[in-house]
C-alpha cells in the first residue's frame, strides 16, 4: 500500500476531445482495479495547442470551424466547471456524458443539452444554470489554465500521476496514456515508497 493509500491524478483534457474521453475513461478503468484511494481530477484545458490538434482529425478545418469549436470548447468547459461545484464526480460524470452525446451522437453543443445532462446526472439545475454565468465559474476556469502553465502543461491529454502525500515526486504522461503506464508508474513508486535510500536518484529522475 502507499503511504496514506492515496494515489492524487491530475488529468488535463480538451472537453470535446474524442482521445480526450477515451482516456477519461481509461483513467476511470485504472481508478476501479486499484486497492488504493485513487483521487482523480479533471481539468480542462484550453489553448492554441489542445485546439490545433483536435483541429487536424477533422475534415472542415477552415478558420470559422475553428472558431466554432474554440466557442464550443470554453461553454463546454464552463458547463464542467458549474457541474463540478456540485461534487468532482458528478463533474466527471457530467463531462463524460456530454462528450459522448457530442462525440457518438453528434450532438451540437447547446444551453439545452447542458441542461439535458444536467438533469439525467441529477444536478440541481437550477444551481447548475446559475453557476454557468457566474464569475465564479470563470475564475476557477482561469485557475485551472494557471495551474496547467504552472505545471507546463501545453498539450490534451495530459496526465500527472503522485503517489502518497509526497508531492514532490511525480509522473507526467502525454499523448499515449495507457492503464499499463498507470500500474507501472504507481507500482515503481510502490518500490520507490519502501526504498527511501533510494529517494534522491529517483527525483533526479524524473
Known sequence: ???????????????????????????EAFSNERDEKVKVRFIPLLNFHTVGNIMKEKKDQTLSNRNMFYTDSFN????????SMQGKKKGRKFLMLLQDKVINDN????????IQIAKAINLD???????????LTKTAFKKDQKLAQEMEIENAPSCILYAGCDSTCGYMMDTTITKQ?????????????KSPSNRLSIIQSI
Not at 503511504?3 to 482516456?23: A, M, R, S
Open 1 to 27: 500500500m502507499f503511504l496514506n493509500n492515496i494515489i492524487e491524478i491530475f488529468l488535463f483534457v480538451n472537453p470535446l476531445g474524442t482521445t480526450c474521453y477515451e482516456t477519461e475513461k481509461t483513467i
Open 76 to 83: 463546454a468547459s464552463l458547463a464542467f466547471q458549474a457541474a
Open 107 to 114: 450532438k451540437e453543443v447547446t444551453r439545452d443539452l447542458f
Open 181 to 193: 503506464l498507470l500500474h507501472g508508474f504507481s507500482d515503481e513508486n510502490l518500490a520507490f515508497k
Open 125 to 135: 439545475v437550477e444551481m447548475f444554470e446559475e453557476d454557468i454565468d457566474s464569475e
